[in-house]
């Protein structure tokens, strides 16, 4: 089945269609409904199997920290690969047909029961060349509980049709962080602005993993540059000191 899967999206791209939902302006947050399939998010899980390492967190300018009181979770870092490349033209499409060469590396991350990653930011101050977006994308949690990508300083208000998408039951992620968690649906995936339109970050794209309770959750981190991505450059999350 991969195989045959690999060889269509070699000859051309399918074109998947998504929903999109606005849900914030400042910052930007938009949510998007089937961004990936169910046979794509099947086939990033399989890709990504043997290739789980700890996931990094980096601390100011230090890379490649490892400190699990933070962040739990383990990373793989896809190959290149015919289907991986047509999630990247989409990624770039939805952005506004920029260029693929802003993206890092896609990264599938995989949370067991208890693992999480502590509020942080996608950015952080001085970068050179900083992440000027996010996507995070749900592969799989049909039978978890918890594991929310929470927002801890969203104080918006929303209508009630957002609750398919967004814990609004007084659940322990909402009490443990506050602001908004959104729920982790197979597909499904959250968008975000991370900086300002002077290049300056947002600090309301502040966020956080919010442990496992039951199960496992696996996503997608996909990032884009405000210019050409580099290998080996400053790519791990920013965890904010407690000073700032």
Same mark, same amino acid.
């Given at each position: 089945?991969?195989?045959?899967?690999?060889?269509?999206?070699?000859?051309?791209?399918?074109?998947?269609?998504?929903?999109?939902?606005?849900?914030?302006? !400042? %910052? #930007?947050? =938009?949510?998007?409904?089937?961004?990936?399939? &169910?046979?794509?998010?099947? /086939?990033? +899980?399989?890709?990504? !199997? %043997? #290739?789980? =390492?700890?996931?990094?967190?980096?601390?100011? &300018?230090?890379?490649?920290? /490892?400190? +699990?009181?933070?962040?739990?979770?383990?990373?793989?870092?896809?190959?290149?690969?015919?289907?991986?490349?047509?999630?990247?033209?989409?990624?770039?499409?939805?952005?506004?047909?920029?260029?693929?060469?802003?993206?890092?590396?896609?990264?599938?991350?995989?949370?067991?029961?208890?693992?999480?990653?502590?509020?942080?930011?996608?950015?952080?101050?001085?970068?050179?060349?900083?992440?000027?977006?996010?996507?995070?994308?749900?592969?799989?949690?049909?039978?978890?509980?918890?594991?929310?990508?929470?927002?801890?300083?969203?104080?918006?208000?929303?209508?009630?049709?957002?609750?398919?998408?967004?814990?609004?039951?007084?659940?322990?992620?909402?009490?443990?962080?506050?602001?908004?968690?959104?729920?982790?649906?197979?597909?499904?995936?959250?968008?975000?602005?991370?900086?300002?339109?002077?290049?300056?970050?947002?600090?309301?794209?502040?966020?956080?993993?919010?442990?496992?309770?039951?199960?496992?959750?696996?996503?997608?981190?996909?990032?884009?540059?405000?210019?050409?991505?580099?290998?080996?450059?400053?790519?791990?999350?920013?965890?904010?000191?407690?000073?700032?």
């Amino acid at each position: 089945m991969f195989n045959q899967m690999r060889t269509d999206y070699e000859v051309q791209c399918p074109v998947q269609k998504y929903q999109t939902h606005i849900f914030s302006t !400042d %910052p #930007l947050m =938009i949510y998007i409904e089937d961004y990936l399939s &169910y046979e794509e998010t099947r /086939y990033l +899980l399989h890709l990504a !199997d %043997p #290739l789980f =390492i700890q996931s990094p967190v980096s601390k100011g &300018y230090r890379l490649n920290e /490892y400190d +699990l009181s933070i962040r739990s979770s383990k990373s793989a870092v896809l190959p290149n690969d015919p289907i991986v490349a047509c999630i990247e033209k989409r990624t770039m499409d939805f952005q506004g047909y920029q260029s693929v060469n802003r993206l890092e590396d896609l990264q599938v991350v995989k949370y067991g029961i208890s693992d999480q990653f502590r509020p942080h930011f996608d950015w952080f101050g001085g970068m050179e060349n900083p992440r000027v977006s996010t996507i995070f994308a749900y592969l799989e949690c049909d039978d978890c509980v918890g594991g929310s990508t929470q927002f801890p300083h969203y104080r918006g208000a929303f209508p009630a049709n957002w609750c398919k998408f967004i814990n609004c039951e007084d659940n322990e992620d909402n009490r443990a962080a506050g602001g908004v968690g959104f729920k982790p649906i197979r597909g499904n995936a959250v968008f975000w602005r991370n900086l300002y339109e002077n290049g300056t970050g947002h600090p309301g794209v502040w966020h956080a993993g919010m442990p496992v309770h039951q199960g496992r959750k696996f996503g997608l981190n996909i990032f884009t540059r405000m210019q050409n991505a580099y290998v080996g450059d400053d790519t791990s999350s920013s965890v904010e000191d407690s000073s700032a």
